[in-house]
């Protein structure tokens, strides 16, 4: 057995959630009948390794303090297990063998795991190492809660995802004063990189078809930073092959969640992720589209089918607006998407189309588009609508004066 924290034996396991993995029936339950007397809260028992570590997020949620894991069963897929849990939770891992192997040991020491028992159990160790985990867990107040989840999503192509997307992130960023990363997962070739000029050597092709290596320090290796000190995981330059699993979407969610404080993503018109995490209760969903027969249609569509009783989590913008040369009223456009919308963008084309062609970040400029983006990203931030000067940039006069031009008054969106 090792650890490196202070003896703490007297420390009570009282209140500790474990969940213990072994598919032999016999060392679970003596694992189990060890544990009976360890005043441990609550014990889950899954009884067969995973055929995808990618499901291990999904499977080992909410995180459990301690996550035990029978080496003997397969000990090669069991140090597997052990490295890939510890790259993404903050659950103390341990295992137990019925076999004293010092290799064996050191190699589990080196995949992250925290204990080593010997089957049949003692006791005594085994109140020591849970008095351990309980010497080392945080307290609930400083407990490190999952980042917040924004998905933009569009109604049809061409309405501006990517650039509504690129530019929330930056004034997230700076607004915040937060890490942010900003996730592309157009298909088959996303244009976050191109709309923020830099070059990104790796994509989420790479964190996607390398799942079971995924993790917080794996993750870091793939981003870009922008100049904004926005994190970014661009999508592939070069056309891929085959599908996107929806465990591994999950899992790369899962760990951007637990390395940032905000996760800002670009899904297109992607439905076809309406079943990932991406689209769940904790996640806030901007709805990008424009007054038009065919967008105001498919957003109706899209909003009835999908996201009918999902309240201030859907945040319903109008990109491109132009309230003088509108072929609907308000009441024709509210009608149509069955609840008024949050934000209307400005129409500027001018300005969007030198940014675009500098590669120059429209949130970085003093125009009417970039004030009402980032009055979507203070509000997204729990921030005041105004605030005279952040980070050399001001929330102009014309804005000040008429902030209803811009957004609805409505209530903030939601915690997440």
């Known amino acids: 057995m090792w650890d490196d924290s202070p003896n703490s034996e007297s420390a009570e396991a009282e209140g500790l959630t474990l969940v213990l993995i072994s598919p032999d029936e016999s060392r679970r339950q003596a694992v189990v009948d060890a544990l009976v007397v360890s005043n441990v809260a609550e014990i889950t028992e899954i009884t067969a390794f995973p055929t995808d570590l990618g499901t291990l997020p999904r499977l080992l949620s909410p995180q459990p303090d301690v996550v035990l894991i029978d080496l003997d069963s397969d000990p090669e897929f069991a140090l597997e297990i052990v490295e890939n849990i510890c790259g993404f939770a903050a659950s103390t891992v341990m295992v137990c063998s019925q076999r004293t192997d010092l290799k064996v040991a050191v190699r589990c020491m080196r995949a992250g795991a925290r204990e080593f028992l010997n089957i049949p159990i003692v006791p005594g160790d085994l109140a020591a190492a849970l008095a351990r985990v309980s010497v080392r867990r945080p307290s609930a107040n400083t407990k490190k809660t999952n980042g917040k989840l924004f998905v933009f999503l569009g109604t049809k192509g061409g309405v501006g995802v990517t650039t509504l997307a690129s530019n929330f992130a930056i004034a997230l960023a700076q607004e915040s004063g937060q890490k942010v990363l900003l996730i592309d997962l157009g298909v088959p070739l996303g244009d976050v990189a191109i709309n923020l000029g830099i070059v990104s050597e790796y994509s989420t092709s790479h964190a996607l ?208």
């Open 209 to 416: 078809r390398d799942i079971a290596r995924l993790d917080t320090r794996f993750l870091a290796t793939l981003l870009t930073t922008h100049s904004s000190e926005l994190s970014v995981l661009a999508a592939p330059s070069e056309f891929t092959d085959g599908e996107q699993p929806i465990e591994s979407i999950d899992k790369l969610v899962f760990v951007a969640r637990q390395a940032f404080d905000y996760v800002v993503v670009d899904a297109g018109c992607r439905l076809d992720l309406k079943r990932t995490s991406l689209f769940d209760t904790t996640a806030i969903v901007y709805l990008i589209t424009q007054v038009g027969v065919s967008e105001l249609r498919n957003a109706n569509r899209m909003i009835t089918q999908f996201f009918p009783t999902r309240g201030r989590k859907l945040q319903i913008v109008l990109n491109r607006y132009l309230s003088q040369s509108l072929l609907y009223d308000e009441e024709h456009i509210t009608r149509a998407l069955t609840r008024p919308a949050q934000w209307r963008i400005p129409d500027d084309y001018a300005t969007a189309r030198r940014t675009q062609s500098l590669a120059t970040p429209i949130v970085l400029q003093d125009t009417p588009i970039s004030a009402a983006i980032r009055l979507m990203a203070r509000k997204a931030s729990g921030l005041p609508d105004f605030e005279e000067k952040k980070k050399g940039f001001s929330l102009f006069s014309k804005l000040r004066g008429s902030p209803k031009a811009f957004r609805e008054d409505a209530e903030p969106a939601e915690e997440v």
